[in-house]
Every structure is written in structure tokens, then in C-alpha cells.
Nanobody, 128 residues
């Protein structure tokens, strides 16, 4: 059974940077598409960025394009989210989710309810 564990969240000032990690165990990450999703109280979980199993296809939400970078190291079974130029509206709980098969990476990021696996999340607070 695949297990996903997020780390790297914290408190950062506006304009700052954080790098989140999603570490996988129990299954070969080579076959799993991974997405980063965030959730704030009272709102649905939304897709931030998704990457297919090989790393060759990537999707970003419009709100993070040019500021966030997703990457993966399948040898280390880890997916990263580099977050730069952080804004207060980036605040939330960040979850990594996985699927063993996808239609398109865009559809994966648009369908948080359809993930096969979830981590427990890591909190990110952007505040001065």
C-alpha cells in the first residue's frame, strides 16, 4: 500500500520561499502521478500542481504559474514543490495526492476527489 508523507511546511513572510517534499513508501513511485493540493477552512481542496509518473508532463494552477515549480526524483521516491514569491493567499494545508493512472495531468489537478492516495498534509502560513 502506497503511503505519502508531506514535509517542509511552516511560517514564512510574504515574498519568501519554501520547499515541500512528498515522500512515498510501500510502492514504486515510478508508476504514480503525483499532485500537490491545498485546502483552507471552508473551501474545497484545490489542485496547485501535478506531475505525471515520468516527470514529462506538468500542470500548474494559474495562481501559481511562474512562482511554483514541481519536480520529482523517482530514485528517491520523492516529489518536491518549490514555492517562491509566496503570497498570503498561498496559505493553507498542502497535501500530496497520487493516482496510479490518469487521463490528462490537467484533469488530475482538477479532480481532487479522484485521488487514489493521500498524505496527511503539511501547513503553510504566509504572513508578516
Amino acid at each position: 500500500q502506497l503511503q505519502l508523507v508531506e514535509s517542509g511546511g511552516g511560517l514564512v513572510q510574504p515574498g519568501g520561499s519554501l520547499t515541500l517534499s512528498c515522500a512515498a513508501s510501500g510502492f514504486d513511485l515510478d508508476y504514480i502521478a503525483i499532485g500537490w493540493f491545498r485546502q483552507v477552512p471552508g473551501k474545497e481542496r484545490e489542485g496547485v500542481s501535478c506531475i505525471n509518473s515520468s516527470g514529462g508532463d506538468i500542470n500548474y494552477a494559474d495562481s501559481v504559474k511562474g512562482r511554483f515549480t514541481i519536480s520529482r526524483d523517482n530514485a528517491r521516491d520523492t516529489v518536491y514543490l518549490q514555492m517562491d514569491s509566496l503570497k498570503p493567499e498561498d496559505t493553507g494545508i498542502y497535501y500530496c495526492g497520487g493516482r496510479t493512472w490518469i487521463t490528462t495531468i490537467h484533469d488530475m489537478c482538477a479532480s481532487a476527489d479522484d485521488m487514489h492516495y493521500w498524505g496527511k498534509g503539511t501547513p503553510v502560513t504566509v504572513s508578516s
